[in-house]
C-alpha cells in the first residue's frame, strides 16, 4: 500500500472484513503480528505511548470512549495529557467548547446528553489535543442523518488529515482516497469514483447469488 498522503482517506468493507483492525493499527492499539506501521516515518511499536498526540482516534461508541462524568472534564483530560496543570486544562477546555458553540454542555453529564451530542464531545475531546491526523471508526453509526451530516459538516472543516471507516457511501463520496478491505487485506485502492461503483456491483453480484442460491 502506498502512503496515505491525501488529506481525506475513506476505510470500506462488509462487516468483519478487518477495517476496524486497520485503523487501530494506524494509532497504536493494536500492534502487527508481522511487518510493521510507519506514522509520519516512526514504527508505532517505537512510539506508541506518544501516539494519542499524533493520532486523534474516535471511536464508534462515544460510550466506549468517555470516561468523565462531565463534558468539561471529559475535554480537559487532554490537555492534562498533553502537560497541562488540572486549573489551566479546565480553562482550556472550556474556551475550546466556546469556540465551537458548545458552551452550554461544559457542566452537563456526558450520560444525560443525546447520541449526536455525545459524538460530537468524544471528536471534540480528541481535537483539543491538536492531533495532526484524526482517525474515526465509524462515528455515525448510531445517529440519524441530520446529527450525521451536521458532524461531517464540522469534520469537513478540520485542517487534520481524517481516515474515517463508514457504511455511508454518501457521506464519503467527496473524499480523495478510498481503501476496499476485505477478509483483512486490501482488495481495491483509489478515488471514490472508482472504488464505490466497483464495490457497490460487488455486493449486488453477492446479493444475487445469494438469492439464487
Not at 471529559?74 to 469556540?99: C, H, P
Not at 469514483?193 to 445469494?210: F, N, W
Request: charged residues 25%; aromatic residues 6%.
Amino acid at each position: 500500500m502506498s502512503p496515505l498522503s491525501e488529506r481525506r482517506i475513506a476505510v470500506i468493507g462488509l462487516n468483519g472484513s478487518g477495517k476496524s483492525s486497520f485503523v487501530r493499527l494506524i494509532n497504536g492499539l493494536l500492534l502487527p503480528d508481522a511487518g510493521e506501521v510507519r506514522i509520519y516515518g516512526a514504527n508505532t511499536r517505537d512510539v506508541r505511548p506518544d501516539l494519542p498526540r499524533h493520532v486523534g482516534f474516535v471511536f464508534q461508541n462515544p460510550d466506549h470512549q468517555a470516561i468523565f462524568p462531565t463534558v468539561a472534564e471529559e475535554v480537559s483530560f487532554g490537555l492534562t495529557q498533553l502537560g497541562e496543570d488540572r486549573a489551566s486544562a479546565r480553562k482550556g477546555a472550556l474556551t475550546f467548547l466556546a469556540q465551537h458553540g458548545c458552551s452550554a454542555l461544559a457542566d452537563r453529564p456526558f450520560h444525560d446528553l443525546s447520541e449526536g451530542q455525545k459524538q460530537l464531545v468524544c471528536i471534540l475531546a480528541v481535537l483539543v489535543m491538536r492531533p495532526d491526523l484524526v482517525v474515526l471508526d465509524e462515528p455515525f453509526s448510531s445517529l440519524d442523518g441530520l446529527a450525521t451530516r451536521q458532524l461531517m459538516r464540522r469534520l469537513a472543516g478540520l485542517p487534520q488529515k481524517l481516515v474515517m471507516v463508514s457504511h455511508d457511501l454518501q457521506l464519503i463520496q467527496g473524499f480523495d482516497r478510498v481503501l476496499w478491505i476485505e477478509a483483512g487485506r486490501l482488495r481495491m485502492d483509489g478515488e471514490p469514483g472508482t472504488v464505490l461503483p466497483a464495490y457497490v456491483a460487488d455486493i449486488e453480484r453477492r446479493a444475487a447469488a445469494s438469492d439464487i442460491g
